[in-house]
């Protein structure tokens, strides 16, 4: 067997061997069990259904939480020249999201966003084509007690269920012991095989640095910069931030190329721009967390952060995009007194208030009383009733499954209501509750006075494994000394005092 | 700046006879009948669709700062009137030396681009023997029309990179060097993936707005030249075809086309509508576009020559455009519809383009 999965690994993907955990997982997988994948982000996920789908006879369908994410997954699958993948998600239009499914005998792989499932018709084409593995990629935004809690995935076992139980995989980068069981009970399958492999990478070294009255960060990550001319991602909390500082850095350090990236930006630009960073045409992104997903460079060297993430999931998650090729990288997070407010003042707004929770209500009895459906665009009620559309999906998502919501139609009962009201609002401190958790724990993390590898993976695996001197800022690491051990990126001779001509002879490789 | 100068010039033509937002719609290339006609009887052809991606917002900005500097100024709620400074402005900008010509080439400028952009990242990767990399392209049209010509000769590389760029040094040097000069910076080859442009307008550091005009600059005097001279560069000249020609009847609305063959037939155009379900102004909307589209449609079984005459007159005395005024000055028994057809045919007749 397992040479037999190495051959058809060099046929299908030509690489020569298995990253740790790979050739367990598939190997279950291709025996029919339900699996949980714990992997690393950075080491090759995918390829765990990837390389499945080709040898099992029928679909292998997978859902992702972020459509960005999934057009990455299908772009780069087909550039291995593996053309058997289609995405399904609610940016196609009506044309594009028919061809897919009219033809799904075409593919191999189809990529679903998980409010698609809700969908009979898709449901009946995945149904008709059969489905011969299941898989959940992001498998901790299930749990309601994980950071990145997706009400649509409680959806999910539903459709696993009218699609006749295919065998699962469930995958994820970071999940603690406790969401390991959620993801289990959730899912019903209580016998699902484990397989967990340790996320820590050894090879990048952890700093904090607490910035002291006397200087900015600003300052601060211009004179770190100078230092050292490698590939760096810096990671904000704001869009607007994010484009501010690349704007300063870009007139602090005239001779680098730097760029930032966010999720407003057209498409056509992310694209460019990712695929710069790839080629090492700009050295310094200024991003936030919608960077880096799906984006496999393998020399990324420095990841700092200029904000702290909400949650350790989050920042182990975007320091593990550097280091990929192995080598010797680094974490810098910044922090200065105030910080930990931000985090905070996000979890108050991103969660529904009880006056909210009261309008959504209001709104739903005016439309029982004049007996009109609940509209299905989200965007729509939102801006109608002021309350942000993330807020709209969870309430409508608990009215749901409370049964005040049905086929988007309002059911009114006032003592049913009263008991949902007071459930929702108890879910909601709870979810409260959870995300201010992970932010304390976040915030361990910044002010622990002993090793911060230690303090960081405590709960995700048992030890950790490092030499003190490459460790972290508090087991003694010296920022100066890991840099003078690192190569400086190669830049590209540019010759502009060249005519244009001779330059697109040579970009369009004709000899003059 | 370029933006600026273009919305001062098309609010003098409309001269107060039409909304700012006119504007905003026709630089946008939305395909209403209105906007098409307003483009035809102001002579802003050259204009329409030529900044598709303008959003509202930028568009409300620069309308602000013309205001504040005081090139235009408000006559009502939504209408602008250039003032004596705009106008010594909007001289200083020879609007006249651009190629621009959105009426003619909307509809293939973005995808002739896109086959360039793409063409040059499939052979030079090809070149390199390299097969690993994600399309700057993400058109599926785009890809599948490359895909159909790499596979036709997967080994010629070499003969058509050479012949690619012969006929692109053919045709920017007849082009001042910031054109090509942005051209080399937006391509994406084997060694290098092309810049934005924001990017390339921090590059060359201009404003945004002026970059994107001047990209369609170049690419409307590319087309231009193909089309006059598609011998002297048979590749390019390749490029564009397949790709909807404006100039074709194919590029009428579905809907009109259909009211077209009905004409073809004989209908009357209320029976027409009747059959057609729609409402007859609908119908009246696919007349007018028709005639705007082909020259040499008919108009008299809808609109009398005598009628086609009074309709001039009044506008000619009156030097306007605008249709509730000239209804008002010609006899009762001619209606609006009337007076939009006429209106395509004298915009024809005088043959004045800009």
Known sequence: MSDYLTKQLQRYFRYDSFRPGQKE????????????????????KSLCYQLPSRLLSDLTVVVSPLISLMVDQVRETKAFHFKEVAALHSLLSYEERTDILTNLHRYKIVYLSPELLQNRQIIGALKK?????????????????????????????????????????????????????????????????????????KNIALVVEKLKRNKTKDERLVEILRQKDVPTIIYFSSKQRAEETARLLKEQLPDREIAYYHGDLDPESRLKIQQQFLYDQVEIICATSAFGMGINKPNIRLVIHYHMPPDKESFIQEIGRAARDGKESVSILLFEEGDQQLPFKLIESELPTEQEIRKFLDFLYILHERNEPLPKDYVHVSEMLHIHETKIKLLKFHFETHGIIEDNKVCFDEASWKRTMAKIRQLIDARKRVKQKNVMNMLHYVH????????????????????????????????????????????????????????????????? | MLLEAIILYCLKQIDRERTINSIYHLLLGKPSIQTIQDAHLYGLERFYALYKTLDKRSFAEQVKQLNENSYIEHVSHEHFVVTVKGKTMLEKFDLAKYYWNGMKFHQIDSAFFERLLLFIQVWTNAKNHNFRYIPIVENPK???????LFHREPKNYDVRLKQLYEELVRIFDKLPPIYPEMFIRQITTAEKIGLTFEQLANALKKPVSDIRLLHMNYVHFMLEELSAYPKQYPLLSSFVQGLNDATNETTLTNSANITL??????????????????????????????????????????????????????????????????????????????????????HRSNGEKR
């Open chain 1, 25 to 44: 997982i598939i190997g279950d997988v291709l025996k029919g069990c339900d699996v949980l994948g714990i992997l690393p982000t950075g080491s090759g």
């Open chain 1, 129 to 201: 084509r059969k489905v011969s593995l299941f898989v959940i990629d992001e498998a901790h935004c299930i749990s309601q007690w994980g950071h990145d809690f997706r009400p649509d995935y409680l959806r999910l076992k539903l459709a696993i269920d009218l699609l006749g139980n295919p065998p699962l995989l469930a995958l994820s980068g970071t999940v603690t012991a406790e969401i390991e069981q959620d993801i289990l009970e959730q899912l019903e399958r209580p016998a699902m095989k484990v397989h967990r492999y340790p996320l820590e990478q």
């Open chain 1, 448 to 512: 622990s006075e002993h090793c911060l590898r230690q303090e960081l993976y405590k709960g995700f695996q048992r030890r950790t494994e490092t030499e003190k001197a490459n460790c972290c800022s508090v087991c003694g690491l010296s920022l100066p000394d890991v840099f003078k051990r690192m190569d400086e990126t190669k830049k590209p001779k540019t010759h502009p005092e060249k005519s244009w001509k001779q330059r697109l002879a040579k970009l369009l490789e004709v000899g003059e």
């Open chain 2, 142 to 148: 785009t890809l599948h029309w490359a895909k159909r």
């Open chain 2, 261 to 346: 063959s009905y004409i073809k037939r004989g209908f009357p155009l209320a029976e027409i509508a009747k059959r057609r379900k729609l409402k007859l102004n609908t119908i009246y909307d696919h007349i007018v576009e028709i005639a705007l589209h082909d020259d040499n449609f008919p108009i008299e079984p809808f609109v009398s020559r005598e009628k086609q005459d009074e309709i001039f007159k009044a506008a000619e005395k009156l030097k306007t455009r605008k249709l509730k005024l000239i209804k008002e000055a010609v006899g009762e028994d001619i209606d609006y519809f009337q007076i939009r057809l006429a209106l395509t045919k004298r």
